[in-house]
């Protein structure tokens, strides 16, 4: 009974004695010693030393010490490989024994023990155990074949353990299929090879839904987990795998219920949209999600994580259970704070009672719980109209408390209430102003600075306050300063007579005292702003702002349709995809797709994941959608480039450029920096090309230089020589300068001179047609070639051609007029605007119908890498919105724009090292997608 | 899967560590010790990332139970694993406590042995367990049929009950155990309430006994199932009830609950859980508490408090406490109450009322005047009275209808089995904010 005592041998020498009673003649004795040895191990201690003392114990009748011997064995055998070789002869032997338990005991063990010389031993007795009459080796015996495969996969691979592994699906014993699945899935996890895949047919579908209903509880998350890899052949499948699988939503393990869940949650995606089918299944799966949060507070957290991903899919789930979100005191506070985040979106109904309750969280002990409440307060403002006054009372309630972390974060959340109700609540102004001295955190400091900003014209004392922040501009963090400067910049341009000396101060604070780039930079356009153009600084910096969406915690719509397949499991507590955390994971792609895109989530919802940034001026979109050009006027590209502010890391390439100039004086430094930047391609192409696709404002400035260089198609003959009475005609399509060209060559093949030539266009889908007059040397003497550009605009008639971007021409000269055709490739008309805004890209995608979403395989003969390839398409105008990498794929969205304003959106998968990629292509044009297929393979094929 | 399990006491030493993957090393075991249970700060999450390893713990009394791995793995799987340790170990040496584990550690590394394997659970059924690991050692000598027959129970469909169990006396014990949880408003609103009950069986019965429960759910009444047709409602009354959802041991058939909405299985033998259940409507609350706190100046506070029984009179609620919150500088207490006990328990912070029973349709009161120091620390944030209890009836308005007991191979009849029902109500987290 007492083996404690064993834990508190600490006598010197104990090695030697030790060693000594493991040689004793009594059993009793070396049972005791190597109990010792044990508890030596666990506390962890060395008692490697006695590796051959301990092995001699093995071959003995009693089980217990046997078990002891094996545990001590799997921990020491890799230090001492030659040893444990000793231990072969026995383990072999016990996987003859007549009692099955030892025959599993030994193979179990044996598996345990990662020496590679052992392992050639372990085959021929774990191929008997795989056939083994009796149901509890055969599903030892399947664990231990992923045992093996761990330490040696080709060994596994190559004695064909994995067929046996396959036969045993259809074992009669459902432990046995249980363990066999999960053994299967671990090796088809982390194999490359594709024999080692696990092949899923409906055949096996119904062996493991019926040992579903048969086995332990384990071995039903077992099946489960690998259900939910299965895909479907069509959707009537999906729907009796779903009927066949409810029935686990009620077992009292908490992983049955998550598994299933997750089986369900990608059956529905299978079954189609909006059946009755999936409603009635979204109702069952309410219940059981409600009572997982009845368990244990860790099992709890798991399904709060969860929950929290199935809500933001399937907002209906859990529209009626409010109410068991709502805190318990005696909660543990990571319950908490999770329930938080998976607290359903309120709405007009429920609003009051949400309200009260938040509330009274936010006079809770806990300061994150409290902040949390505080931002859930503003959150419901945003979201719900209707209740944005109570929110607003209810916030000032709680500014009253005079709690100083429930004001700062009250203040930093009535600034977003501000943004989406401007004009309407500033009367509290004043209430605000009262508690400026008692902020310290930066987000508060800077949420206030630009209150005062941006009501600079109501607030009497603005300048004042601003002032007083001033004082302390260099203790300031980054955050603050940079609000400080733009409110005051805001300031200046409301009331110029008053702070005329406050703007300079800071101008000069931000440009000369200052080592932040960012801020030096900002500082310097605003200075020259101002200087040059008040007007313009007005409009830039005084514009209006953009709407902020009220659904900051949300998942990007990829991941968490990848989410959606990792349910239960650590993937889905994290909130990470499981390369983020997992080793090895990247070299594997496991079938982690979602079907369809659904549009679900409400409508309108952005599902973006960048909080809303308010404290700028400039509205997002500009920054992509002026692309400035040669003529651009100077104020507009300032324009443009303050939106950078935005996104600091082009911001910080954009200083590193002119950085060796630094010395050439403040105003110097930018104008020379910008002018070189513009000036032409000589400072662009020293860039390195890395930093061309930063993407944001500062890719699309420096891909000025190198717009002319757009793929061209060679040139093909359009008109052959013997149908145009000896003129031979070939060309082709180009952009440079952002202007469309034809690019001709005339040929004279006849005997005579040939002059007067014109040219005219046929209506054609896009409006082509000529800019000017086809400007020819004439004559054209006999023999002689020509090469001629032909300048095209879009604003032609429009008819549709078939095929879509044929173009008919007509070429006169003074012999006669000829007719030929040629194709347009399409990417001629793609237009340097082409680039979507992240969020409206998101949205769009959303919005477009699946149906008009076309996939295709696409070559990549170069295997070039993503960046090559969005640096490459984006000179062809294919713009690059974002990138993401799963599992080891990168994923590029991009969106290009048609002259015509057909926007196309496309999803750029990117193996590594594979020479083919998926371009999936959403519009709802459908019949441009074939041409735009063609361009992304032309131009990543050829330049 | 699990990579490894360790078990610490409350200076983070280990008492048990056994480990069943490759890609955990022995530095695991100081990473957690270092990272959560000596980090400064109160962990804020069960699951824990340490470059790039995933620890999983839950704490029993000053134990912890890590489980430790580098895949992505079930999370529900791993916590409802961990708990069954938990169980598996209490019901071969009771409590869990760091001289237990220490006294039993050779039994725990069977244990582990047996029930993960390569990371993944087995068999976890402490019945089965039993039948061939035992605290004082493995049965020594076993018969080749004994051997056989233990192997099948570990991996057969019924691997809960083992054959050949026989009773002199069949008997049945059924407990209805509810925990009526309640969130109300200083001014009566019912913010939340919900039951959380479990049928708790004990069954004494010879052989594989098939059985058959029967309960007054709604949606078992009314064979056509549908539970949200307002007609049947008013159809049925009050004699069902509705239950929003629930768990069964793994004994019970779940197909054929889905299709046929019967409950039936073959009982373990011995006490377990044989259903848990969760009901949100029509809910009889037992009592209510009725707050009156008013803070007189800055440093008086005066609390009345009454409750109301609510259930008929004929029966008596017992084991009564009442807990009344006070803030945190208080310097005495002054307490009146006509019935029960009551006292200020300053390391609580809370003035503890108790009474023995209190018979239905009955009201009790208690005022008190609090003494405060005067402080400028922030505002009180005033918790909830909670309220404990216990009453003989199930506050769901559950009733078992039947449990019929099936064994064709043996001779005795549903008749001859001696069934016990009993029903008990108590307070889970009943609470009324002030």
Known sequence: ?943 | MIGGLFIYNHKGEVLISRVYRDDIGRNAVDAFRVNVIHARQQVRSPVTNIARTSFFHIKRSNIWLACVTKQNVNAGLVFEFLNKMVEVMQSYFGKISEDNIKNNFVLIYELLDEILDFGYPQNADTSILKTFITQTGIKAQVTKEEQSQITSQVTGQISWRREGIKYRRNELFLDVLENVNLLMSPQGQVLSAHVAGRIVMKSYLSGMPECKFGINDKLVLDKSGRSDDPSKVSATGKSSIAIDDCTFHQCVRLSKFETEHSISFIPPDGEYELMRYRTTKDISLPFRVIPLVREVGRTKMEVKVVIKSNFKPSLLAQKIEVRIPTPLNTSGVQVICMKGKAKYKASENAIVWKLKRMGGMKESQISAEIELLPSDKKKWSRPPISMNFEVPFAPSGLKVRYLKVFEPKLNYSDHDVIKWVRYIGRSGLYETRC
């Open chain 1, 1 to 943: 009974m007492t083996d404690s005592k064993y834990f508190t041998t600490t006598k010197k020498g104990e090695i030697f004695e030790l060693k000594g009673e493991l040689n004793s003649d009594k059993k009793e004795k070396k049972k005791e010693a190597v109990k010792k040895v044990i508890a030596s191990m666990t506390v962890g201690k060395d008692v490697s030393a006695l590796f051959p003392d301990v092995v001699n114990c093995m071959q003995t009748d009693n089980l217990e010490l046997k078990k002891l011997v094996y545990l001590y064995l799997m921990n020491y055998a890799k230090s001492q490989p030659d040893m444990a070789i000793m231990a072969v002869n026995t383990f072999v032997k016990d996987c003859e024994d007549t009692n099955p338990l030892i025959r599993a005991l030994a193979v179990r063990t044996m598996g345990c023990i990662r020496v590679d010389k052992i392992t050639e031993y372990l085959c021929e007795p774990l191929r008997k155990c795989l056939k083994d009459e009796d149901p509890y080796v055969r599903k030892t015996a399947a664990v231990c074949v992923a045992k093996l495969h761990d330490i040696n996969a080709q060994l596994v691979e190559d004695q064909g353990f994995l067929d046996q592994l396959r036969e045993l699906l259809s074992d009669s014993n459902p432990m046995v299929v249980a363990n066999a699945v999960a053994a299967l899935s671990e090796i088809s996890d982390t194999s490359p090879s594709p024999a080692a895949q696990m092949e899923m047919n409906q055949q096996t579908i119904n062996k493991l839904l019926a040992a579903l209903n048969e086995c332990t509880e384990w071995g039903q998350i077992f099946i489960l987990d690998a259900l939910s890899n299965y895909v479907p052949k069509d959707d009537r499948e999906a729907q009796s795998i779903c009927e066949r699988v409810t029935p686990r939503l009620a077992h009292s393990n908490a992983g049955v219920v998550l598994s299933a869940v997750k089986v369900l949650m990608k059956g529905m995606e299978y079954v189609g949209m909006e059946t009755e089918f999936v409603t009635t299944l979204q109702k069952k799966l309410a219940p059981p999600l409600v009572t997982l949060l009845s368990s244990e507070p860790e099992v709890q957290y798991v399904a709060l994580r969860n929950i929290n991903l199935i809500v933001q899919k399937r907002p209906d789930i859990l529209k009626h259970e409010m109410k068991v979100f709502f805190v318990k005191y005696n909660d543990p506070i990571y319950v908490k704070l999770e329930n938080w985040t998976s607290y359903p979106s309120a709405t007009q109904e429920n609003i009051a009672q949400v309200l009260a309750e938040l509330k009274e969280y936010a006079t809770e002990v806990d300061v994150d719980f409290v902040r949390k409440s505080v931002r859930a307060i503003g959150r419901c403002a945003i979201k719900v109209e209707q209740a944005a006054e109570r929110c607003v009372s209810t916030l000032l309630d709680l500014i009253q408390t005079k709690v100083n972390y429930v004001v700062q974060e009250a203040i930093v959340v009535i600034k977003d209430i501000f943004r989406k109700y401007p004009n309407k609540y500033e009367s509290i102004i004043s209430t605000l102003c009262e508690n400026l001295e008692s902020l310290d955190e930066p987000d508060a400091r800077a949420s206030m600075i630009w209150i005062v900003g941006e009501y600079a014209e109501r607030i009497d004392n603005a300048d004042e306050l601003l002032e007083s922040f001033l004082e302390g501009f260099h203790d300031e963090s980054t955050q603050v300063q940079l609000q400080l400067l733009t409110a005051i910049v805001k300031l200046f341009l409301k009331k110029p007579t008053e702070t005329q000396e406050l703007v300079q101060q800071v101008l000069s604070l931000a440009t000369q005292d200052s080592d932040n780039p960012d801020l030096r930079d900002r500082g310097y356009i605003y200075w020259r702003l101002l200087s040059t153009d008040p007007a313009a600084a007005k409009e830039v910096v005084l514009a209006e702002k953009p709407l902020i969406s009220s659904e900051t915690d949300r998942l990007e719509p990829t991941l968490l349709d990848e989410l959606i397949c990792y349910i239960a499991s650590l993937a889905s507590v994290y909130h990470k995809p499981p390369s983020a955390f997992v080793e090895g994971q990247a070299l594997v792609v496991r079938r982690t797709q979602l079907p369809v895109r659904s549009a679900s989530g409400e409508p309108g919802a952005t599902g973006a994941t960048e909080s809303p940034v308010p404290q700028q001026a400039q509205p997002v979109q500009q920054q992509q959608s002026v692309i400035p050009s040669h003529d651009t006027a100077m104020g507009d590209l300032l324009g443009d480039l303050l939106s950078m502010d935005l996104n600091p890391q082009p911001q910080q390439q954009m200083s590193m450029t002119p950085a060796p100039q630094q010395d050439m004086g403040g105003m110097d430094l930018l104008g020379g920096g910008l002018d070189s930047l513009l000036g032409g391609p000589s400072p662009v192409a020293g860039m390195p090309a890395s930093q061309a696709s930063m993407g944001g404002g500062l890719g699309d400035i420096l891909g000025l230089g190198i717009s002319s260089t757009t793929y061209v198609p060679p040139k093909q003959v359009w008109l052959p020589a013997p149908k145009a009475k000896g003129l031979e005609v070939s060309g082709t399509f180009s952009i440079r300068q952002n202007v469309r060209y034809m690019d001709l060559t005339l040929k004279n093949n006849a005997m005579a001179p040939m002059g007067d030539f014109a040219i005219q266009f046929n209506k054609n889908s896009f409006g082509l047609s000529p800019a000017s007059a086809l400007q020819v040397p004439s004559p054209l003497s006999p023999g002689q070639t020509a090469d001629v550009t032909l300048p095209l605009g879009t604003n032609g008639p429009v008819q549709k051609m078939d095929p879509l971007m044929n173009l008919q021409v007509a070429m006169k000269n003074n012999i006669d007029v000829f007719y030929f055709s040629c194709l347009i490739p399409i990417h001629l008309l793609f237009t340097e605007d082409g680039q979507m805004d992240r969020k409206v890209f998101l949205a769009t995608w959303k919005d477009i119908p699946d149906s008009n979403e076309v996939q295709k395989e696409i070559a990549n003969p170069n295997q070039l890498d993503p960046k090559g390839i969005s640096d490459k398409l984006q000179q062809s105008f294919i713009f690059t919105i974002a990138q993401r990498n799963v599992d080891g794929r990168d994923m590029l969205y991009q969106s290009l724009k048609l002259t015509n304003g057909i926007w196309v959106l496309a999803e750029l998968k990117i193996q590594p090292r594979s020479p083919t990629m998926t371009l999936s292509l959403k519009t709802r044009a459908l019949d441009v997608i074939p041409q735009v297929q063609q361009a992304y393979e032309l131009i990543i094929a050829n330049m």
